[in-house]
């Protein structure tokens, strides 16, 4: 089942169908009982939405990022930031208990399907960073998968790790959709994270990876970042895979 959020209300597609969700968006996807909420008879069946009509997939919660996650990313931080000194801190972060997560994004610094993304006006060397993003409940309940794009100023986290929430955290920072992927599963450890990139409609980089490649189990990440969250917290749209980097 996947969820898509319109301007006027939330769709699901399932067997090929689409259907109406009347629900407020915000009670949807703090439901821990989503996967099997949707799965209940529904009645209003409607017709394929445009792509120009589909938004982000998120209402009033948080999205939060998890770093250093694969090797290769592990070793592209600590190259970078080793003229300031602090390439250590990379290599410590991937092999200790604790992850590295951070604050990414409220939701209108988030941008939907064929919107577009930003670059600080300061950085000399921006990327994008294709993600597996994961819908976490309130209680801390895996409950969907979408896509993310974590956009980076590289030459800002490399100058120094302390300047992380600049080049992380500006307007149109964040990408997610199309939809959410409505399921609570484990996807399997062969799923495949691949970018494009396209100028004037010739594509200047390609990559992919796959999520065998991923240091932190998504679990592992989920329980962390749901420490001391609060009876109040938001759902979470959490971008746990890192960076496919185009340098």
């Known amino acids: 089942m996947k ?14 169908r689409w259907y109406s969700v009347d629900d407020d968006w915000d009670d949807l996807v703090t439901r821990d009982d989503l996967e099997s909420f949707l799965q209940n008879p529904i009645s209003k069946s409607v017709v394929a939405p445009s792509s120009d009509s589909l938004l982000a997939p998120i ?12 090797i290769r990313s592990r070793d592209a931080r600590i190259q970078e930031s080793e003229s300031a000194g602090g ?19 409220t939701p209108h610094r988030v941008v939907g399907p064929g919107s577009k993304v930003a670059i600080r006006n300061d950085a000399k060397w921006s990327v994008p960073e294709p993600e597996l993003a994961l819908l976490i409940s309130p209680n801390g309940k895996l409950l969907g998968y979408t896509i993310g794009n974590d956009m980076s100023s590289r030459d800002i986290e490399g100058e120094n790790p302390l300047y992380l929430p600049q080049a992380k955290v500006y307007d149109r920072s964040c990408a997610l959709g199309p939809c959410i992927l409505v399921s609570s599963d484990p996807v399997p450890r062969s799923t ?10 010739q594509t200047v980089f390609k990559g992919s990876t796959t999520l065998n490649s991923l240091k932190r189990d998504p679990a592992t990440l989920i329980e962390y970042l749901s420490v001391d969250a609060g ?13 496919l980097s185009t340098d």
Do not use: M, N
């Not at 969820?3 to 090929?16: G, I, N």
């Not at 209402?59 to 694969?70: K, L, P």
């Not at 495949?192 to 409609?201: F, G, L, M, Y």
């Not at 009876?231 to 960076?243: E, F």
């Open 87 to 105: 390439g250590d801190f990379y290599d410590r972060v991937y092999d200790a208990e604790r992850p590295e997560l951070f604050f990414k994004a």
């Open 231 to 243: 009876p109040r917290a938001s759902a979470r749209h959490y971008v746990c895979a890192s960076l």
């Open 192 to 201: 495949e994270i691949s970018i494009d990139i396209q100028r004037q409609t």
């Open 59 to 70: 209402g009033s919660q948080e999205v939060w990022a998890a770093g250093v996650t694969y």
């Open 3 to 16: 969820l898509y959020k319109t301007r006027s209300v939330a769709l699901l597609e399932h067997d090929d």
